[in-house]
């Protein structure tokens, strides 16, 4: 199945390629090194509705398809992992906002997001749960005209900085996942308690944390969609994530392999460009194969997804994402080789996108859980 991009996704992918090129790329080591978020790198991305451009134009958003989006996502990790993460994520629990939410909710809050004002985060992952989010423990109990919310999660991007979660928590803890519903809870309220963890190995100029939720007290109104319902909300938003985590494994992909083709070209040994050496060369063809044969997957998620067939969906984005992870960690494992002993020290980027992409691996569903939807569609 072939992609042949529209002249509008083009010039999407090649606006974003160059806000990369002039604007993270300079200052993304720095932004590694010293596990800083980029504030005002958020800020000029929002100039360009890089900010949750799926968000429709009604509430200020760009109003892009999935394929679009993703465009966005790949080539903000081509530019620099963490950054891309940071400004990627800066919309995460919207996509429920705005296809369950009331209208207040949409109104009131999503503007803010796409235009760099605000954060948001989505509260699943606890200690205890992972991938298996129907057994998340954390509950939500009716006080009134009030929910009240306890419980602990962690992984959560955007933890620190976000304005607005989304929080999953049980209803009916006795229903499994049919007593799950979704929660909009602004994060200054008492009780929303985030701590910093800055001891990752990838991905530093993203923001990640522990959140303790004790006795938070919101208004009935701030469920999202019905009670109960949070779990089946959920799922509809899994093809999503994991079409939009392979993009960032063929953005960082991608750039391990520019880095290697750069490096090839400039280091010499043995009285020419090692990139003239067979060996060199057959490093670099398959891995550029690999991530045109990601890429390619990727985008037919996308297809699969938009079109809405909801199995052909579930298992092209557990594809995409389980091919597109697994060779993002091994063509950055393969620029390092490229680069010999240069690529093991921070003065050329491909230590830093090996690092980066093994992430891609755990999130929004391990490798293992992708092989288990697949295996599941095809069985």
């Not at 000029?44 to 465009?71: H, K, T, V």
């Not at 991608?254 to 400039?266: C, L």
């Not at 993002?328 to 010999?340: K, L, M, N």
């Not at 090996?354 to 069985?379: C, F, P, V």
């Amino acid at each position: 199945m072939s992609f042949q991009l529209s002249d509008e996704q083009r010039a999407i992918r090649e606006a974003v390629r160059d806000f990369g090129d002039n604007e993270i790329r300079p200052v993304a080591r720095e932004h590694d090194e010293e596990k800083q978020y980029p504030e005002d790198l958020v800020e000029q991305a929002a100039e360009y509705d890089f900010i949750a451009p799926g968000i429709d134009e009604e509430y200020g958003g760009a109003g892009m398809d999935l394929l679009s989006s993703i465009l966005v996502t790949e080539e903000l990790w081509r530019a620099d992992p963490g950054i891309g993460s940071a400004i990627g994520s800066r919309g995460f629990g919207t996509s429920m906002i705005e296809k369950f939410g009331d209208d207040w909710m949409k109104e009131e809050w999503l503007p803010k997001v796409v235009a760099g004002e605000i954060a948001t985060c989505s509260c699943i992952s606890e200690p205890a749960h992972g991938s298996n989010v129907a057994g998340i423990e954390t509950s939500a109990e009716k006080d009134g005209d009030e929910w009240v919310i306890d419980g602990n999660k962690t992984w959560i991007t955007n933890g620190t900085v976000a304005d607005l979660a989304v929080v999953m928590a049980k209803t009916d803890p006795g229903a499994g996942h049919r007593g799950m519903s979704a929660f909009l809870v602004p994060t200054d309220l008492d009780g929303f308690e985030p701590t910093k963890i800055d001891n990752k190995l990838g991905i530093r100029a993203s923001d990640l944390a522990e959140i303790v939720l004790d006795d938070v007290r919101i208004p009935e109104d701030n469920v999202i969609g019905e009670v109960d319902k949070g779990f089946y909300q959920l799922m509809d938003f899994f093809a999503d994530g994991r079409t939009s985590v392979a993009a960032q494994a063929v953005g960082v992909a991608q750039a391990a392999v520019d880095e290697s083709i750069r490096y090839a070209g400039e280091r010499e040994q043995g009285g020419q460009h090692i990139g003239e050496y067979q060996a060199i060369q057959h490093k670099i063809a398959e891995m550029a194969t690999n991530v045109e044969a990601a890429r390619s997957l990727t985008y037919r998620a996308a297809s699969h997804v938009t079109e809405g067939d909801e199995q052909e969906a579930a298992k092209f984005a557990s594809m995409a994402k389980l091919f597109a992870s697994e060779h993002a960690v091994d063509v950055a494992d393969e620029g390092i080789q490229v680069h010999g002993g240069a690529g093991y020290v921070t003065d050329h980027p491909v230590e830093r996108f090996y690092r980066d992409a093994r992430i891609t691996k755990i999130y929004e569903g391990t490798s293992e859980i992708q092989k288990n939807i697949i295996s599941d569609q095809l069985l």
